[in-house]
């Protein structure tokens, strides 16, 4: 366990369908990331918040719609998605930026869009 | 752009020997961090061992230690006396420091570890 969760673990969805990917962190981090981790390909970084402002859009479609209520949470809305976006979906946090502390780093959720 | 670069994607060792794992980046930034981290089955990230870049000496984790050669951009990790645990995807990262913005990570391909019995 690293304190940061989850949910779901996984999901399997239509193209035509609207879910989304929660995560919540218990470590009092201010930063917080997701990723996406595809088969045969590195991890890939799509959005970073620092204290509930998004800092970093790493080109990311905008069928992936991010939402950071607070530095506790963060979330992932997804609609009408494509096969190719089926793939590991990691979440992660770190302390302030500046301090150049690692990154914790959730189960992840695994999509699979059909 | 910084890019890493892990050219064994899969390995294997005995349990109890000894195993070394290549990691290469390239940047042109002075001040930076190297990171490896550990998957397993599981899917949980989980970190293994940081190093510094302006730090000469490498960094030591237990069993994990790095050879950081920093002119030559290289960044390997060795894992002493292998136990059937290590078994896990290990990721080289790079992290350039951040200012107000997130501290972003670039991760290598992976390395694929097995540990055999």
């Known amino acids: 366990e690293t304190g940061v969760t989850q949910t779901p673990r996984h999901l399997v969805m239509g193209m035509t369908n609207k879910k989304s990917l929660k995560c919540e962190q218990h470590?009092?981090?201010?930063?917080m990331y997701w990723y996406k981790q595809s088969a045969k390909k590195p991890l890939e970084l799509m959005f970073v918040y620092n204290f509930k402002e998004q800092t970093e859009n790493n080109s990311v479609p905008s069928r992936f719609s991010p939402e950071c209520p607070n530095s506790s949470h963060l979330f992932l809305h997804l609609h009408t998605l494509q096969p190719e976006d089926s793939a590991l979906y990691l979440c992660a946090s770190s302390q302030s930026p500046g301090l150049a502390k690692e990154q914790y780093f959730g189960p992840g959720t695994r999509l699979t869009v059909t | 752009a910084q890019t890493v670069t892990q050219s064994q994607p899969e390995m294997s060792v005995q349990e109890a020997e000894t195993v070394t794992l290549s990691c290469t980046y390239d940047t042109s930034e002075s001040n930076y961090y190297l990171f490896w981290y550990k998957q397993p089955p599981s899917r949980q990230m989980i970190l293994v061992i940081r190093q510094e870049a302006y730090k000469q000496q490498n960094a030591t984790e237990n069993r994990f230690s790095v050879n950081f050669q920093k002119a030559a951009k290289s960044f390997s990790l060795k894992i002493s006396d292998s136990q059937l645990g290590d078994t896990a995807m290990y990721f080289c990262?790079?992290?350039?420091?951040?200012?107000?913005?997130?501290?972003?990570?670039?991760f290598g391909g992976g390395t694929r570890l097995m540990v055999k019995p």
């Open positions: 470590l009092g981090h201010n930063a």
């Open positions: 990262a790079f992290m350039k420091l951040g200012n107000n913005a997130g501290n972003m990570l670039t």
